[in-house]
């Protein structure tokens, strides 16, 4: 069964950093993408980064050159790490795996808070 376990959200300046981890289990994840979205009150779920098994890497806009998305794959842990925070950055972010190769991601972690004031 896969499981997905994100750990490292919390209360931060703006400006600020943290590091979120997800550690995967079930399944070797070498061969699929992993990646984080997130969740802001009163949105719809958006895609932050993804990191596909060749080591590719994907960001979306707004985070591009403040996140970094890494993967240690003996551990089985993907990882992002969070720079320059700003107040809109606040959500719940859900790590994710995309099994089918198709680009959607289709297990999920419970999420993480990560608030940013301002």
């Known amino acids: 069964q896969v499981q997905l376990v994100e750990s490292g959200g919390g209360l931060v300046q703006a400006g600020g950093s943290l590091r979120l981890s997800c550690a995967a289990s079930?399944?070797?994840?070498?061969?699929?993408?992993m990646g984080w979205v997130r969740q802001a009150p009163g949105k719809e779920r958006e895609f932050v980064a993804t990191?596909?098994?060749?080591?590719?890497?994907y960001y979306a806009d707004s985070v591009k050159g403040r996140f970094t998305i890494s993967r240690d794959y003996a551990k089985n842990t993907v990882y992002l790490q969070m720079n320059s925070l700003k107040p809109e950055d606040t959500a719940v972010y859900y790590c994710?795996?995309?099994?089918?190769?198709?680009?959607?991601?289709?297990?999920w972690g419970q999420g993480t808070q990560v608030t940013v004031s301002s």
């Open positions: 079930g399944r070797t994840f070498s061969f699929y993408a």
């Open positions: 994710a795996v995309d099994t089918n190769w198709d680009d959607n991601y289709d297990y």
């Open positions: 990191r596909r098994s060749s080591s590719s890497t």
